[in-house]
């Protein structure tokens, strides 16, 4: 099941005491945003679906949907006609493996691939559509689940490397399907149980990620991400199926890109969504389902945002 039943660890409130103050860095940290970029880390954190059960593998597969239709400045939506950027259009596919060799050690690779459509006004004022599929940047993480013996808290460690195309020569370098840097990923998860009996439950996790080395004319800004979700395991039938409801808080900044291309005054964001799901679990199966609506964006310049977005998920362990 994606949350088997676990003790209460001795780090627990010291882990979410952190995450509590990650979230709360991640919502109040100075304004920026991004003119197109669509922050595409919230789903690279995304779900608890992955929280390491023990020794073993998952293999998965997700679908990610992201229109980036209007407008925004600050808080607020603000005129088409200040951003020549229209609409980008997104999705993205992403093939993973997670394997836990012992209870203290895993390893989580994903491996991505994005189709885009971008929509821009070019210099002679005429509104053009361009398409664009390809392979996205690979990550790979270590997984340290050695605090507790339920491994409820943890670490993930590991880089984003620029396998992706950034070089199409009709989107953006903050439109790109790769970053072409490569970033250090920093991240920790924990859960637990609300409920005597352990059918309500929470899970907290957050990443950080910081370009280490990038491109001479573009630079990708830093970003920090926090998860905070709630789940009721409670409907069951025998071992055969179980259903599990999750409402999950996610926060994100994202700082100032650099570089000629970054157009920082136009680059960085907060913001906050809300992501009701669920997941259905079948043995060695799990399909997990989410729509993820925007609560608060804090955008500087003018930036494409997308106010909701979508997701599925598969998983297969071994």
Same mark, same amino acid.
């Given at each position: 099941?994606?949350?088997?039943? *676990? ?13 509590? +103050? ?14 197109? +970029? ?30 980036? &239709? ?23 596919? @992403?093939? %993973?493996?997670?394997?836990?060799? &012992? ?15 971008? @929509? ?6 005429? *509104? ?25 808290? !943890? ?21 790109? *399907?790769?970053?072409? /840097? ?9 859960? !637990? ?23 001479? &004319? ?15 395991? !409670? ?14 808080? @996610? +926060? ?47 955008? /500087? %310049?003018?930036?494409?945002? /997308? ?5 599925? $998920?598969?998983?297969? $362990?071994?």
């Amino acid at each position: 099941m994606l949350f088997s039943t *676990i003790q209460t660890s001795r780090r627990r409130a010291g882990l979410v005491v952190i995450t509590a +103050a990650l979230l709360s860095a991640t919502l109040f940290a100075p304004s920026a945003a991004q003119a197109c +970029a669509c922050g595409c880390g919230i789903f690279d954190v995304g779900t608890g679906a992955m929280f390491p059960d023990g020794a073993g593998g998952t293999v998965f597969v997700e679908a990610d949907w992201v229109d980036q &239709n209007r407008n925004w400045s600050g808080t607020t939506a603000a005129a088409a006609d200040q951003n020549a950027d229209k609409r980008v259009q997104s999705q993205f596919y @992403t093939a %993973g493996l997670q394997y836990l060799f &012992n209870r203290t050690w895993g390893l989580q690779v994903d491996v991505p691939y994005w189709r885009r459509q971008f @929509t821009t006004q070019d210099d002679d004022g005429n *509104i053009a559509t361009f398409d664009h599929t390809a392979v996205g940047d690979l990550r790979i993480r270590g997984v340290y689940t050695g605090f507790s013996s339920d491994l409820s808290s !943890g670490l993930t460690f590991g880089l984003k490397l620029p396998t992706g195309d950034a070089s199409y020569a009709h989107f953006d370098a903050d439109t790109e *399907i790769g970053s072409g /840097s490569t970033d250090l990923l920093l991240g920790a998860f924990h859960r !637990g149980r609300l409920t005597a009996e352990g059918k309500v439950g929470y899970f907290v996790r957050g990443q950080w990620q910081e370009p280490l080395q990038s491109k001479a &004319n573009y630079r990708p800004g830093n970003e920090l991400i926090g998860v905070v979700g709630v789940y009721y395991q !409670g409907w069951a039938h025998a071992d055969t199926l179980a259903i599990t409801p999750i409402l999950q808080m @996610t +926060a994100a900044y994202r700082g100032h890109d650099g570089g000629p291309d970054g157009h920082p005054e136009d680059s960085g964001y907060t913001r906050l969504l809300v992501s009701p799901g669920i997941e259905i679990h079948m043995s060695k199966i799990r399909i997990y389902a989410e729509a993820g609506f925007a609560l608060h964006d804090n955008v /500087s %310049g003018n930036q494409l945002v /997308s106010r909701r977005n979508y997701k599925l $998920s598969m998983f297969y $362990s071994f």
